[in-house]
Nanobody, 120 residues
Framework: QVLLVESGGGLVQPGGSLRLSCAASGIIFSINSMGWYRQVPGEQRELVARITGESSTNYADSVKGRFTISRDNAKNTVYLQMNSLNPEDTAVYYC??????????????WGKGTLVTVSS
C-alpha cells in the first residue's frame, strides 16, 4: 500500500508564494516520476509539473518561470514552490506518484489533494 500526504496549501494574495509538499510512504519501489496536478470544479485535472527519477522536469506552460518542482529522494518527498501566484492558479492540487511495474507498465497513486486559493 502506498500513501501520499500533501501539505502546504492555503489562502494567499495575488503575487504571493506557497510551497507544497508531498511525502510518499509504504511499499515504494522503482519510482518513475512524482508530480503535481491541479483541478478546478467542472474541469479536467491537468498536469502542473513533473519530475523523473533522473531529475528531468516538465511544466505546464501556464506555470513556467513561476513554479519549481524538486525532489528529496531519500525522503520520497516532492515539493512545488509556487511564486507570483495569480487567481487562475486557484485549484485543488494533487500529488501523483508513478511507479514502474514492468518494462512499459506503470501504476499511479494520488494524494487526497490540497486547496490553493489565490485571492485578495
Amino acid at each position: 500500500q502506498v500513501l501520499l500526504v500533501e501539505s502546504g496549501g492555503g489562502l494567499v494574495q495575488p503575487g504571493g508564494s506557497l510551497r507544497l509538499s508531498c511525502a510518499a510512504s509504504g511499499i515504494i519501489f522503482s519510482i518513475n516520476s512524482m508530480g503535481w496536478y491541479r483541478q478546478v470544479p467542472g474541469e479536467q485535472r491537468e498536469l502542473v509539473a513533473r519530475i523523473t527519477g533522473e531529475s528531468s522536469t516538465n511544466y505546464a506552460d501556464s506555470v513556467k518561470g513561476r513554479f519549481t518542482i524538486s525532489r528529496d529522494n531519500a525522503k520520497n518527498t516532492v515539493y512545488l514552490q509556487m511564486n507570483s501566484l495569480n487567481p487562475e492558479d486557484t485549484a485543488v492540487y494533487y500529488c501523483n506518484l508513478e511507479l514502474r511495474i514492468g518494462a512499459a507498465d506503470y501504476i499511479h497513486y494520488w494524494g487526497k489533494g490540497t486547496l490553493v486559493t489565490v485571492s485578495s
